[in-house]
């Protein structure tokens, strides 16, 4: 009797922090894509609804807690927060929030609520500020195999593949200062005239992740976005500690990992290895076009084996690879040397039931003042 009256009371002291229109059965009104916007000029996460709304979750948890009905639920000050979060009751209070919105009318019209905005009138920032890690797996599309050589030698390559799958091989791109959002501008850095285009699905992390096998690990994962793997394929110059290739001037510039516009929460998403179709245009013209069938190692086996090397955390992103349509194939097969981006180009990346990253390239500013120890123009030791 007395363990009774303890879990009692144990259960009534927990029962205020659980919201109380909402459990593990509820349902949302509407799916919704979670990001970061600048909203008065201050980087706020919001909810994202018909990709063309956002809700302000602080503004909005506000007006809800007004009603007594509804127990206090901090908001997450920043999209990492959000992410830790989702699982241990944060989405049953947002779930609450558009239930809100969208049940009394309040997204469209004379009764739209003052914390309901337009995507078209606010900045869109990249949805994590910043990624703790960010993990690209290369060349992990069939289509991507030997791009560049000749369609006998490429059918060679890629039954190989095939036969010899081996493991996944993983390179870490640069968090802040190479993330950027939708809208911004990829720089093309001054006197690099290679810079290459890669769309690939990002799936951001909502776990902590070590040694996770890949039968598990869609269950490690928050949601997916849209990632771009800008690329510099100019190289190192010749001489001191060369090798074959430097991935750190591949692809560490500022701008080359765009992402967004969003992240869809995987309970809105689905199964990528099942309906993914990732696509990328410049200049309206479609070069990369792709579903989860032509990659090598799916993205499970990819989680399994980076988490088998480092731990993964909420709000790290793993990106799947790219398919074929690169720049650098179509300079190697076809010679198109100048189809490389250009300033004044727009790039645009899509995977269905994400959205849609729209990012113009612009010219970098020319150095002035430095040693000579810089990374030097492409030019100078390939002409």
Request: aromatic letters at 8%; a negative charge; charged letters at 25%.
């Amino acid at each position: 009797m007395r363990r009774t009256l303890v879990l009692a009371a144990v259960i009534a002291l927990l029962a205020p922090i659980v919201p109380t229109a909402q459990g593990p059965d509820a349902e949302v009104a509407e799916w919704f894509k979670v990001g970061t916007f600048d909203i008065h000029g201050v980087p706020h996460v919001g909810l994202v609804l018909r990709d063309s709304l956002v809700i302000d979750i602080e503004q909005a948890n506000a007006s809800l807690e007004a009603d007594p009905a509804y127990p206090t639920v901090p908001m997450p000050e920043d999209m990492i927060e959000l992410i830790g979060r989702w699982d241990y009751g944060l989405k049953y209070r947002l779930y609450e929030i558009v239930n809100h919105v969208v049940g009394n009318d309040m997204l469209m019209g004379a009764d739209r609520a003052d914390y309901v905005h337009d995507v078209s009138d606010l900045r869109t920032r990249p949805p994590i500020m910043y990624p703790g890690k960010i993990l690209n797996a290369a060349v992990n599309f069939y289509s991507h195999v030997s791009e560049g050589a000749t369609p006998e030698e490429r059918a060679a390559e890629q039954r190989r593949r095939r036969e010899e799958r081996g493991v996944p091989y993983l390179f870490l791109k640069p968090s802040r200062g190479a993330v950027v959002g939708n809208g911004d501008s990829i720089v093309i850095p001054h006197g690099r005239d290679r810079t290459d285009w890669e769309v690939e699905l990002g799936a951001v992390i909502g776990r902590t992740a070590k040694y996770v096998s890949a039968n598990d690990a869609q269950d490690y994962v928050f949601g997916y976005t849209v990632s771009i793997d800008v690329s510099d394929r100019g190289g190192r110059p010749p001489g001191g500690n060369a090798t074959r290739s430097d991935w750190f001037v591949g692809k560490g510039h500022d701008s080359f990992a765009p992402q967004g516009p969003w992240i869809a929460p995987k309970e809105f998403y689905g199964d990528p290895m099942a309906n993914l179709r990732q696509t990328l245009s410049v200049g309206g013209q479609t070069l990369q076009d792709a579903r989860a069938g032509d990659m090598i190692h799916s993205l499970w086996e990819i989680i399994e084996y980076a988490s088998s090397i480092i731990t993964l955390y909420p709000g790290d992103v793993i990106n799947n690879g790219t398919s074929g349509g690169t720049a650098a194939g179509a300079a190697e097969t076809r010679g198109q040397e100048d189809r490389y981006l250009r300033p004044g180009e727009v790039v645009e990346a899509s995977i269905d039931g994400i959205g849609t990253l729209r990012m113009p390239v612009v010219a970098g500013e020319e150095p002035t003042g430095l040693t000579g120890a810089e990374l030097p123009p492409v030019s100078s030791y390939r002409d």
